[in-house]
């Protein structure tokens, strides 16, 4: 009888690590970007965008290559390196706007200082499919930021505002909400701008990077979920206050108009792309928008303290394996 099929994300990266003898800590399989080879130059990260699961049919190619470029920039950005080379493999159906969207995907890259090397296209009948590689270096004296660097006593950061992705994205599947809420659509706009071009925060990657110590990903499945894994290969724990999430203005206004549940959404909505960190007490990120939201501790316990009560924080949020 064969065994049952990987039913979790994080199950399945286990698993390879077992199989090809890496464990964690010594593997370049875990972080947001493999480090190649050891030490590096290169900081290395591949990413998928696929219609109807990372975005809708139908939507603008300019968008789709923004949206393309910018997760996995921000892949590099919780490593601490500069984009340097891509590589692209794009399938697409028949009448797609290519002009369109390598126009758009070529904007980006000379925006970022990224050459585009190389790639791969071919014709899919069925459904846009678009894969990027990115490249990324380590400034000169800089180090390479990783997950497992969070040690207790360490202040948690969140370099942005979260959950207002996951609003966009349930504005998008449920059309018929931008229009019955005609006094929030600045709101409308922005959380369904922040869904579907997300900005990568490389700036705030690169000066963690200058800092001695520290932890960092990004936020791409749900606080919640990435915070579980920054302390899985941290081997320590975490306290964060419900009551310092940064959210955006008017996001729980909207929340409450389309009956969603802020909290739920911040923790594990997913696709905020903004950076998750650790930092030494007394030292302060430079980024506006980053806001303190706890702490790391001793232990294994991820725990969430709201309106004065504690409780363990679930692991929550998106998984590429799990069933719709």
Aim: aromatic share 6%; hydrophobic share 40%.
């Amino acid at each position: 009888m064969s065994p049952p099929p990987f039913d979790r994300e994080d199950r399945l990266i286990d698993w390879l690590r077992r199989r090809s003898g890496q464990q964690p800590g010594g593997s370049p399989i875990g972080d947001d970007a493999a480090i190649l080879p050891a030490g590096g130059p290169f900081a290395i990260t591949v990413d998928h965008q696929i219609a109807g699961i990372h975005f809708p049919p139908g939507l603008d190619p300019s968008v789709v290559a923004r949206r393309l470029l910018a997760v996995n920039l921000s892949d590099l950005a919780a490593m601490g390196a500069t984009p340097a080379y891509a590589f692209l493999a794009l399938a697409a159906p028949p009448g797609f706007d290519h002009r369109r969207f390598f126009t758009a995907l070529l904007a980006g890259c000379r925006r970022h200082e990224i050459t585009l090397a190389g790639g791969d296209l071919a014709r899919n009948p069925e459904r846009l499919t678009a894969s990027l590689t990115l490249f990324g270096t380590k400034p000169e004296g800089a180090r390479w930021l990783h997950r497992s660097g969070a040690i207790p006593g360490h202040a948690l950061w969140l370099g942005g505002t979260i959950g207002e992705s996951a609003a966009g994205r349930m504005l998008i599947e449920r059309s018929e909400l931008k229009e019955a809420i005609p006094s929030l659509q600045k709101a409308i706009r922005r959380a369904i701008r922040r869904h579907l071009e997300p900005r990568p925060q490389l700036a705030l990657g690169l000066w963690l990077g200058t800092q001695r110590e520290g932890a960092a990903m990004d936020v791409s499945d749900g606080l919640a979920r990435d915070l579980h894994r920054l302390c899985k290969a941290s081997g320590a724990g975490a306290e964060i206050d419900a009551g310092a999430l940064p959210f955006s203005e008017r996001f729980t206004k909207l929340c409450a108009a389309v009956g969603a549940d802020p909290l739920a959404l911040a923790l594990g909505g997913g696709e905020d792309y903004v950076l998750l960190f650790t930092l030494p007490e007394g030292i302060e990120p430079p980024e506006e928008q980053a806001r303190r939201i706890g702490k790391i501790v001793k232990g294994k316990r991820v725990t969430l303290l709201r309106e004065g009560s504690r409780s363990l924080l679930p692991d929550q949020g998106w998984d590429h394996l799990a069933a719709s």
